[in-house]
């Protein structure tokens, strides 16, 4: 037996950290995020295969740093095996920027706030500094990625064909989207070939940025959600499809829009993806979702001792020391959201019994004879929609909806959990019968509510469920119903349909309100406007463009290239003095066939 020469182990190992140009982004971007950049560049040439270059504004490496950035198990962020139990950044192993430079030709250039200039420093293959030079660029880092995988041909040649590059392109920019939606202040570009493929800017929340990646169509057909579970801790947000929204506006054949993130991070999780999958699914009672993964973003906070995030060299898998906790906690979002049949499957396959569980009817496909008959039912579909009122008001009704689901009754025993869906989707779902009827149409009013601590509701209660019949007018000023000792008004409540509607009325009613649902989707549905994430995806409907815009497009960017400093004007008149000169021949070269050979 004979040990492996060092230069073989080490290309060994860091072959298997660096592993695509996604890899390479991925770590260049997170050591950036890892420095407290707020913008940062990257730019391709031949789909990184030429170059991958990463900038940023972060906070630099020191000049007494610099000689060991790029050497294997040196790193800024931890001490020891102990600090990764408080581990807040993105890396720690100190490995990336060395297997890079074993796989590939490697420059940092860097700056802190101290330095009166940046550095250049061009790296050898083990991570040493060969050569310096004073550099131009302001603070922050940029490391350039030249001849990726130039030792290693076998890799280099899965690259060889147009498809697999352009899927590696794909998953460039499905990488940069998790960021850019995790984490909405940052401002991000992606340059191919010196053209802008996609960018974001700043923006304020998650609701933006999603706003910003995926566009305004796929963001109205998704609510915010969040649950807050303990102990142990277990915080999710995220943004999830609206039920009973269109599936086709909602979901999508593969993973790429199904955003989940563990502390920040965007990660592939087997069983939560297994469960959002399900729920989402089991609304549509036909199956046409079973194989497709719905559009959501979902931001699991856990405290960072709970969490391996050494399981494999991309860090895209995360190891839950509580994880039936975190499932739980999914699942009970996902209840009070859904409030579907595939609680009922996974409770079954635990072996726990789903008799209580209410019917299967999603919120938007309820009509109004449901409302009517089944504003008790429907108060425990929807738990989640009135969690902040009802846990602070009543706690009888928070117990009811809890019995419907064995699993969440055992979150509850374990320690506190609470949930809230969106006002503004509620404020809709509970409008929208209303919106339908005419306006001087009466309709009766249920308290939604027992309140133990005031009795005397629940005799007002008694009685008005009797004799009154309210005014849409008075319902809507919150003066319908009032206590008959404090003179306060009652909530939360109801609506219902006047008992005094005949059969014929009451049908129209359902019609009128069904339409109106379908309209609400439909316009929501038929807002198709392209997105960025529809340009960068190759899934733009529109026509190819003219040989003459993709002319232009590649000629700007040269036009660019050469004149920096050109305004916009001098590069349209540039671009269209070269598109006149361009012979017939020459032309003929920016014709496309289909829209799919666009890059
Ligand atoms: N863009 C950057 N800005 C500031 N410092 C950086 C940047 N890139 C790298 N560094 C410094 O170089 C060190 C080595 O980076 P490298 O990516 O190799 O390791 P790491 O991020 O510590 O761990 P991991 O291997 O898990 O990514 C980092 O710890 C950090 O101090
Ligand atoms: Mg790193």
Same mark, same amino acid.
């Given at each position: 037996m004979k040990q492996l020469p060092p230069d073989t182990v080490r290309l060994l190992t860091s072959s298997q950290v660096i592993t695509s140009v996604v890899n390479v982004v991925k770590e260049l971007m997170e050591n950036s995020l890892d420095a407290g950049a707020s913008s940062i560049d990257i730019k391709l040439e031949n789909y990184g295969l030429d170059r991958i270059e990463v900038r940023d504004n972060g906070h630099g490496i020191k000049a007494t740093d610099t000689p060991v950035?790029?050497?294997? #198990?040196?790193?800024?962020?931890?001490?020891? #095996?102990?600090d990764l139990e408080r581990l807040e950044t993105y890396g720690f192993r100190g490995e990336a920027l060395g297997s890079i430079c074993a796989v590939a030709e490697v420059a940092v250039t860097t700056k802190t706030e101290e330095d009166d200039i940046s550095t250049q420093y061009v790296l050898n293959v083990i991570g040493e500094i060969v050569s310096r030079k004073p550099s131009h660029l302001g603070q922050g880092t940029t490391v350039s990625v030249l001849r990726l995988f130039r030792n290693l041909p076998v890799r280099r040649q899965y690259y060889s064909t147009t498809k697999k590059c352009k899927e590696e392109l794909k998953k460039v920019q499905d990488l940069l989207m998790a960021y850019a939606i995790i984490k909405p202040d940052l401002r991000l570009t992606l340059l191919h070939n010196k053209v802008v493929v996609w960018q974001k800017a700043k923006v304020a929340d998650h609701r933006s940025a999603l706003l910003a990646t995926l566009g305004p169509s796929v963001v109205a057909n998704l609510l915010p959600c969040n649950h807050h579970q303990e102990p142990p801790e277990i915080f999710l947000d995220g943004f999830f499809p609206k039920p009973g929204a269109d599936y086709l506006s909602t979901s999508s054949s593969g993973p790429d829009k199904t955003f989940v993130f563990i502390n920040s991070r965007p990660v592939h999780h087997k069983d939560i993806m297994k469960l959002l999958r399900q729920h989402y699914a089991a609304q549509y009672p036909d199956g046409p979702c079973r194989n497709r993964y719905p559009t959501l973003m979902l931001k699991v906070s856990v405290p960072p001792s709970s969490v391996d995030v050494n399981l494999t060299p991309d860090k895209t898998q995360v190891l839950l020391h509580n994880k039936e906790d975190v499932l739980t906690a999914v699942e009970a979002l996902l209840v009070s959201l859904y409030a579907s049949q595939p609680r009922c499957e996974t409770l079954a396959e635990k072996g726990i019994s789903h008799e209580t569980l209410p019917s299967p009817a999603s919120p938007l496909q309820m009509d109004a004879s449901q409302l009517v008959n089944e504003t008790s039912e429907e108060r425990d579909h929807t738990p989640a929609f009135y969690s902040d009122n009802l846990s602070r008001h009543a706690p009888e009704h928070i117990d009811a909806a809890m019995s419907t689901d064995a699993s969440l009754k055992r979150q509850i025993s374990n320690g506190s959990s609470s949930s809230s869906v969106a006002e503004d989707w509620v404020i809709n779902h509970i409008l929208e019968p209303e919106m339908t009827q005419s306006s001087t149409q009466t309709i009766e009013i249920v308290l939604a509510v027992k309140s133990p601590e005031r009795p005397e509701d629940n005799a007002v209660l008694a009685s008005d469920t009797k004799k009154d019949q309210l005014l849409a007018e008075d319902w809507s000023r919150g003066t319908a119903l009032t206590s008959s000792s404090s003179g306060e008004p009652l909530q939360p409540v109801v609506l219902r349909q006047p008992p005094k509607h005949s059969h014929s009325e009451m049908d129209k009613v359902h019609v009128q309100s069904s339409s109106s649902k379908k309209l609400l989707n439909a316009i929501t549905e038929k807002r198709v406007s392209l997105t960025a994430y529809d340009l960068i995806s190759n899934r733009t409907t529109r026509a190819p463009p003219s040989p003459a815009a993709l002319f232009e497009k590649e000629a700007r960017a040269e036009v660019l290239w050469e004149k920096p400093t050109a305004s916009l004007q001098d590069i349209s008149v540039a671009v269209h003095e070269r598109w006149k000169n361009l012979g017939e021949e020459d032309r003929k070269n920016f014709q496309t066939n289909s829209p799919n050979e666009q890059v």
């Open positions: 950035m790029a050497m294997k #198990h040196f790193t800024s962020k931890i001490c020891n #095996h102990d």
